[in-house]
């Protein structure tokens, strides 16, 4: 049972170092997470508010989710060695930041502030994280001179 759990663990470790299947997990979840989050914020609305509400948000978190995650790959592999992690973790998430607020203005959320404090807030330790955990990865797939 022990080697069948490690040849598991090192699959998934294995199609996770892959940047499509990385992200496409990471779209998924956000999706399910902060979709459910808006329609529990929204319990007291009718139906087809809540509904509104967690479909709009499923849509910006898997959206940002996927362009949020390309983009900081991209920035992480372009920016000097010694700041990649912070320009790459910072910028993503101001990005992330502006086009949320404004996306749930334009669609007229009622609840705006506790519909996306728990998505910023997590989304700025995301971005930070993902930015280290690409450091890490970068790390352990380099080549020893």
């Not at 929204?42 to 959206?63: D, F, M, N, R, V």
Request: charge should be positive; proline fraction near 4%.
């Amino acid at each position: 049972m022990k080697a069948l759990l490690q040849t598991l663990q090192q699959k998934v470790t294995t199609w996770l170092q892959r940047p499509f299947i990385r992200i496409g997990v990471n779209v998924l979840g956000a999706m399910l997470l902060w979709g459910s989050w808006a329609a529990i914020v929204h319990h007291a609305h009718p139906l087809a508010i809540q509904l509104k509400a967690a479909l709009t948000q499923a849509a910006i978190s898997g959206s940002f989710t996927l362009v949020g995650a390309a983009f900081l790959e991209a920035v992480f592999a372009r920016a000097a060695h010694r700041w990649r992690v912070p320009v790459a973790g910072l910028s993503t998430f101001g990005f992330i930041f502006a086009s949320v607020l404004t996306i749930h203005h334009w669609a007229g959320t009622p609840n705006v502030l506790l519909t996306v404090a728990p998505t910023l807030t997590l989304s700025f330790f995301y971005c930070l994280g993902y930015a280290a955990s690409l450091a890490r990865l970068d790390t352990q797939n380099a080549v020893p001179n």
